[in-house]
């Protein structure tokens, strides 16, 4: 049978199109979805302005998605109509060095869900069922459509391994870092400075946690923090992407520290780093991609009630006002943080 869905195309950069699509008859070992809400995220604005060279038009945008299972392929048991699942969009080949190495997301033949295939911003879609992790029936949406983005800044927190009474500086208090203001509240004494150029963010970061939170002039990080920890940080973890603010970053970090790029740079963007700098300060720079095996740890942890999914995910909209939502993303920062849509509104 043959499903046709309401959704939000990108054509071409810019431009997003309201279209019914059909969806193909299901492969034995994949799962027709109901999208129940998809995030917005700062990678799939990237796609839509031709930012991030990825995505292949005409395709749905959208991967932060949380769903529930419609129908499943002949070769699929062990899941039921109803069920509510997160949907993992990274889809490695399986075959390459990497993939057979254990680290998929640095497989260089991956398709990605929104970017290659059929998003979220859609009222159907369709994975393979090694794709899906099932939730509880008792999961709020919300948090539902923060496992994607969660299960990435999980993998980032396992490569980082920041030392018990770490002084961390977060840049940053989008939904991101928020993120990782929550998940770094795990480290045994942990001391968290957040900044963010907007006052609003910063404060959200002081509720959530942070010992710190700062409102911040853009390229004057080190001065607003100098009175927190003069010598800088054990750990900086830059969750803007902005190569301004990694530079400041980098010379925020103290000696024998450790300096996370998390979020994701325009591809020209640059730093300069002095490698006597990195010598002389033994400084441990790292980055991370995507969740490679970090689903289950993340439907965990929010499964616990660590993360305040109700907070981050301060705006919920239909598929109509995605345009809208893209705008929101970009100038209003001061009044949303993470956005999601939901494609029955």
Same mark, same amino acid.
């Given at each position: 049978?043959?499903?046709?869905?309401?959704?939000?195309? %990108?054509?071409?950069?810019?431009?997003?199109?309201?279209?019914?699509?059909?969806?193909?008859?299901?492969?034995?070992?994949?799962?027709?979805?109901?999208?129940?809400? &998809?995030?917005? &995220?700062? *990678?799939?604005?990237?796609?839509?302005? !031709?930012?991030?060279?990825?995505?292949?038009?005409?395709?749905?945008?959208?991967?932060?998605?949380?769903? @529930?299972?419609?129908?499943?392929?002949?070769?699929?048991?062990?899941?039921?109509?109803?069920?509510?699942?997160? #949907?993992?969009? $990274?889809?490695?080949?399986?075959?390459?060095?990497?993939?057979?190495?254990?680290?998929?997301?640095?497989?260089?033949?991956?398709?990605?869900?929104? %970017?290659?295939?059929?998003?979220? =911003?859609?009222? =159907? *879609?369709?994975? *393979?069922?090694?794709?899906?992790?099932?939730?509880?029936?008792?999961?709020?949406?919300? +948090?539902?459509?923060?496992?994607?983005?969660?299960?990435?800044? $999980?993998?980032? %927190? @396992?490569?980082?391994?920041?030392?018990? !009474?770490?002084?961390?500086?977060?840049?940053?208090?989008?939904?991101?870092?928020?993120?990782?203001?929550?998940?770094?509240? !795990?480290?045994?004494? +942990?001391?968290?400075?957040?900044?963010?150029?907007?006052?609003?963010?910063?404060?959200?970061?002081?509720?959530?946690?942070?010992?710190?939170?700062?409102?911040?002039?853009?390229?004057?990080?080190?001065?607003?923090?100098?009175?927190?920890?003069?010598?800088?940080?054990?750990? $900086?973890?830059?969750? *803007?992407?902005?190569?301004?603010? #990694?530079? @400041?970053? $980098?010379?925020?970090?103290?000696?024998?520290?450790?300096?996370?790029?998390?979020? #994701?740079?325009?591809?020209? !963007?640059?730093?300069?780093?002095?490698? %006597?700098?990195?010598?002389?300060?033994?400084?441990?720079?790292?980055?991370?991609?995507?969740?490679?095996?970090?689903?289950?740890?993340?439907?965990?942890?929010?499964?616990?009630?660590?993360?305040?999914?109700?907070?981050?995910?301060?705006?919920?909209?239909?598929?109509?006002?995605?345009?809208?939502?893209? @705008?929101?993303?970009?100038?209003?920062?001061?009044?949303?943080?993470?956005?999601?849509?939901?494609?029955?509104?």
């Amino acid at each position: 049978m043959a499903w046709k869905s309401r959704a939000a195309v %990108y054509v071409e950069k810019d431009v997003l199109e309201f279209q019914e699509i059909t969806l193909d008859d299901l492969k034995p070992d994949e799962v027709l979805l109901k999208v129940l809400l &998809c995030g917005v &995220c700062g *990678t799939d604005l990237h796609l839509f302005h !031709g930012e991030v060279p990825l995505a292949k038009p005409p395709v749905v945008l959208g991967h932060e998605i949380v769903a @529930e299972v419609v129908e499943m392929g002949s070769a699929v048991e062990d899941l039921t109509p109803g069920q509510k699942v997160a #949907v993992d969009p $990274v889809v490695p080949c399986g075959h390459c060095e990497f993939c057979q190495s254990g680290r998929p997301n640095l497989c260089p033949n991956m398709k990605n869900m929104g %970017y290659h295939m059929t998003g979220g =911003y859609t009222q =159907y *879609t369709v994975a *393979t069922r090694d794709r899906l992790f099932p939730l509880r029936d008792d999961m709020p949406l919300k +948090a539902g459509a923060l496992v994607e983005p969660l299960a990435c800044v $999980v993998r980032g %927190y @396992e490569r980082l391994q920041a030392p018990a !009474g770490s002084k961390v500086l977060i840049l940053g208090a989008g939904p991101i870092g928020l993120l990782w203001n929550q998940m770094l509240q !795990g480290v045994e004494s +942990a001391e968290i400075t957040q900044v963010d150029v907007v006052p609003e963010r910063a404060e959200v970061a002081g509720k959530l946690g942070a010992k710190h939170a700062l409102a911040v002039k853009k390229g004057n990080v080190a001065n607003a923090v100098r009175e927190v920890s003069p010598d800088g940080f054990d750990v $900086v973890v830059d969750a *803007t992407g902005d190569p301004a603010a #990694v530079q @400041e970053g $980098v010379e925020l970090v103290r000696p024998g520290g450790k300096l996370m790029l998390f979020g #994701v740079s325009p591809e020209d !963007g640059r730093v300069v780093i002095s490698p %006597y700098e990195i010598f002389l300060k033994e400084l441990t720079i790292l980055g991370a991609k995507m969740p490679p095996f970090t689903f289950p740890q993340a439907v965990r942890i929010l499964e616990s009630g660590k993360i305040d999914a109700d907070t981050i995910v301060s705006h919920v909209l239909p598929l109509a006002d995605l345009p809208e939502a893209f @705008e929101m993303f970009e100038k209003g920062k001061d009044k949303v943080l993470k956005m999601a849509i939901d494609p029955w509104m």
